[in-house]
């Protein structure tokens, strides 16, 4: 009998089944300023005690993706250790803000389950859940993902595939974000002027500025969330791969579109709900990210005068500046340079 963790194959999952997965992991001032040295992420709440003090944060909260990069690692061991790609995100929720010193832990449900045609994959549902310390929900969302079988032979389960909203309402927002005093809100300090009344429905930012990927940034982002996922570390291995190269974490280039938009939303200082999410096409190092947004929806949080939210769609693409928007072909298809297609709800002050 061996000691060593093969990980799950698609053949282990079924829907109802629940994980509760190691290890438990105290976030640092130390993490956020790595998480900061890979990223560049400017946002003044979460860059500055006294910035976030003066709102009536008791301090700095951890960056809302760092806080969901964590949970996302916890799960891998348990879900996508054989996985041949993530999939998408739906019905993603930041619940309560997060600080260093905090202890977050996940647990996980699997939701559906649908064998691929190939018989050699299938595709696992799951929605994961965050916890700190105490019991408090930090965190949840659905994501999908595509596991290799152990036997192709083995018998296809009965397909189980959920519904999945399309958005957070508006009424879920804000659970994440005290109230906060928003004529205390310095624009000089956050380095942008615009609000949440600054911005229209249809509007289209250019993010304007790109960051070029190094194979060891990627590699060390992945260590960072303890993601022990195959494909992002052995060339050995992945040389005889598909790609012939060693892939780069989908949440990575969330985190560079992320951080690359404060150029055009350096208010929308947290992320209150992923709506959905799709990883268009692999990014490999040595590719140069850019991004853009689109605002989709406006709305206004009921009993909060503080913030308002806009719902963004982020696009991310390699090696291709932002300014024309591009996002599909001629044949309506995901253009070539797009690689992230992402949809969230962000809070500005009001």
Known sequence: MTKTNPGNFFEDFHAGRVLRHATPRTV??????????LYGPRFAVQSSDAFARSLNYP????????????????????????????????????????YPGDTLSAVSEVIGVKENSNGKTGVVYVRSTGYKQDGTEVLDYVRWVMVRKRDAASPAPEPVVPELPEAIA????????????????????????????????????????????????????????QNTAKVHFNQHSEGQGRFGRRLIYGGHVISLARSLSFNGLGNAFHIAAINAGRHVAPLFAGDTVYAWSEVIEKATLEGREDVGALRLRMIATKDRACADFPLLDAQGHYAASVILDFDCWVLLPR
Request: hydrophobic residues 45%.
């Open 170 to 225: 508006p009424e879920g927002l804000g659970d994440a974000c005290p109230l906060l005093n928003a004529g205390a809100w310095d624009a000089d300090l956050s380095g942008a002027p615009f609000r949440f009344d600054d911005y229209a429905v249809g509007e289209r930012i250019d993010h304007v500025d790109g960051m070029t990927v190094e194979e060891a940034e990627h590699q060390i982002a992945t260590r960072l969330y």
């Open 28 to 37: 640092t001032s130390g993490d956020v300023a790595l998480y900061t040295a």
């Open 59 to 98: 301090q700095a909260p951890v960056d809302d993706l760092l806080v969901f990069h964590i949970v996302f690692g916890k799960t891998v061991p348990d879900i996508s250790l054989n996985a041949v790609a993530n999939l998408g995100y739906a019905g993603g929720r930041f619940l309560a803000p997060v």
